[in-house]
């Protein structure tokens, strides 16, 4: 008998772990996501100023005003996201215990938590082309150098977000490499066309 209940304490232990870490792993991935959000829109905004743009002040407001941006952003649309399942999930709780227990705060979603995270993520991508043209003055060799920097980001976020979320590593990467690269192109394409054309209009 002993025994037996031994192996069930076991056995719930173990469920509990892989919950903890299946919890946890949703949250890294979340992070590693929001990161290279904040790295492909701040590189690609940066990148669209500077087919226009030459000077290395334009390009880097540029870049940190779409970083306070995007993390309000990220951090608004987290809190408002996650408050929703807080409410469905507390009312649940309630309807479970029939109205009149206590519902256990500390297993719901903290909206603030994930508001926090989201936009601190973003904000450790949207570092990385910023640390990449903060310190070259030469235009050319500055956007090969947040090019670099973000190709390499790119490999890595893409790397990681293929671990936790337990996908093939090389696809996932080339993949997020490829939408990054993409996005800062079309970006820098389209802006130097608009701003051509406004040129030869003026």
């Known amino acids: 008998m002993e025994s037996h209940n031994t192996l069930n304490l076991d056995m719930e232990k173990d469920q509990e772990k892989a919950f903890d870490y299946s919890k946890r792993a949703q949250w890294l991935r979340a992070a590693v996501l929001g990161a290279n959000d904040g790295l492909v829109s701040t590189a690609s905004l940066m990148m669209g100023v500077g087919a226009v743009k030459q000077d290395v002040k334009i390009m880097i407001l540029t870049g940190f005003a779409g970083l306070v941006a995007?993390?309000?952003?990220?951090?608004?649309?987290?809190?408002?996201?996650?408050?929703?399942?807080?409410?469905?999930?507390?009312?649940?709780?309630?309807?479970?215990?029939g109205g009149g227990g206590e519902v256990e705060k500390e297993k719901l979603p903290s909206p603030t938590q994930a508001a926090a995270a989201s936009a601190l993520a973003f904000s450790l991508g949207a570092v990385v082309p910023l640390l990449?043209?903060?310190?070259?003055?030469?235009?050319?060799?500055?956007?090969?150098?947040?090019?670099?920097?973000?190709?390499?980001?790119?490999?890595?976020?893409?790397?990681?977000?293929?671990?936790?979320?337990?996908?093939?590593?090389?696809?996932?990467?080339?993949?997020?490499?490829?939408?990054?690269?993409?996005?800062?192109?079309?970006?820098?394409?389209?802006?130097?066309?608009?701003?051509?054309?406004?040129h030869m209009y003026a």
């Open 70 to 97: 995007g993390a309000c952003s990220m951090a608004i649309g987290e809190f408002v996201s996650v408050y929703s399942q807080y409410d469905i999930e507390k009312a649940q709780m309630k309807r479970e215990s």
């Open 132 to 198: 990449g043209a903060a310190f070259v003055k030469e235009y050319k060799v500055r956007i090969g150098v947040i090019v670099a920097a973000v190709t390499l980001a790119l490999v890595m976020f893409g790397w990681l977000g293929a671990v936790l979320g337990k996908a093939p590593v090389i696809k996932s990467s080339l993949r997020v490499l490829i939408g990054g690269w993409l996005a800062m192109a079309i970006t820098f394409g389209f802006t130097k066309l608009i701003g051509s054309r406004g």
